[in-house]
């Protein structure tokens, strides 16, 4: 096996297990909607998450490649308090405005359902990019360009690409699985699934940050 193609199945594995993190899974199963045709929009919405993570992700850790920039484990520690914050801002919005991560922003009364789908994009890319911050330093880590040959080496680029991908499918996955077990449920257990999650994942949040501090 070539270094090329070694580094590419290395990143490929690392981005799935990176996927299937608590806090991601959190993250994407608050983010997902009730509505009708819910498989669909679970699974859009992790992969949206799963885009901005990978975009965060792959761009600051290319950046510091070839600026030759490390992070210390001071910022890993911020970072980590900075994405717990984020899914507990999220676990608060999906229990106090729902409206706002289906849409984007709430409803006022009287409001009519209407197409919402660009507003609620950026929520769930942004979410997915927000959250990346806390992983850049342990990619920095994992990256392989000091067992091949420097910051510059083509194994080494080719990581990227691979745990990337990793991310997308092992998020897309996990959306496909939550919108598939949401499904089965009837519109009010769904409800109250869904705000078990939210409260699940604020627990998550906090005890994530308050084991960094």
């Known amino acids: 096996m070539t270094p090329v193609f070694f580094?590419?199945?290395?990143?490929?594995?690392?981005?799935?297990?990176h996927?299937?993190?608590?806090?991601?899974?959190?993250?994407?199963?608050?983010?997902?909607?009730?509505g009708e045709g819910r498989r669909r929009a679970a699974f859009m919405t992790a992969l949206r998450f799963a885009c901005g993570h990978a975009a965060v992700l792959g761009g600051v850790a290319a950046f510091c490649l070839l600026a030759g920039v490390g992070?210390?484990?001071?910022?890993?520690?911020?970072?980590?308090?900075?994405?717990?914050?984020?899914l507990v801002a999220l676990a608060v919005t999906a229990l106090l405005f729902p409206n706002s991560l289906r849409h984007g922003h709430p409803h006022l009364p009287g409001h009519t359902?209407?197409?919402?789908?660009?507003?609620?994009?950026?929520?769930?890319?942004?979410?997915?990019?927000?959250?990346?911050?806390s992983g850049v330093r342990s990619l920095l880590l994992a990256l392989p360009p000091l067992l091949v040959g420097g910051s510059m080496s083509l194994a080494a680029w080719?990581?990227?690409?691979?745990?990337?991908?990793?991310?997308?499918?092992?998020?897309?996955?996990?959306?496909?699985?939550?919108?598939?077990?949401?499904s089965r449920?009837?519109?009010?257990?769904?409800?109250?699934?869904?705000?078990?999650?939210?409260?699940?994942?604020?627990?998550?949040?906090v005890f994530w940050i308050s084991s960094r501090l």
């Open 19 to 34: 996927a299937v993190g608590p806090d991601h899974c959190a993250a994407m199963a608050t983010l997902n909607t009730l």
């Open 71 to 86: 992070l210390s484990e001071a910022f890993e520690r911020w970072a980590e308090v900075f994405g717990g914050g984020v």
């Open 7 to 17: 580094a590419f199945i290395v990143g490929l594995g690392q981005g799935l297990l």
């Open 185 to 205: 449920l009837s519109s009010g257990l769904a409800t109250w699934v869904h705000r078990a999650v939210a409260l699940s994942s604020g627990a998550l949040g």
């Open 113 to 133: 359902e209407e197409p919402h789908s660009h507003a609620h994009e950026s929520v769930s890319t942004a979410a997915g990019a927000l959250m990346a911050v």
């Open 158 to 182: 080719t990581y990227l690409p691979g745990f990337a991908l990793g991310i997308l499918l092992g998020m897309g996955a996990v959306g496909l699985l939550f919108a598939e077990s949401m």
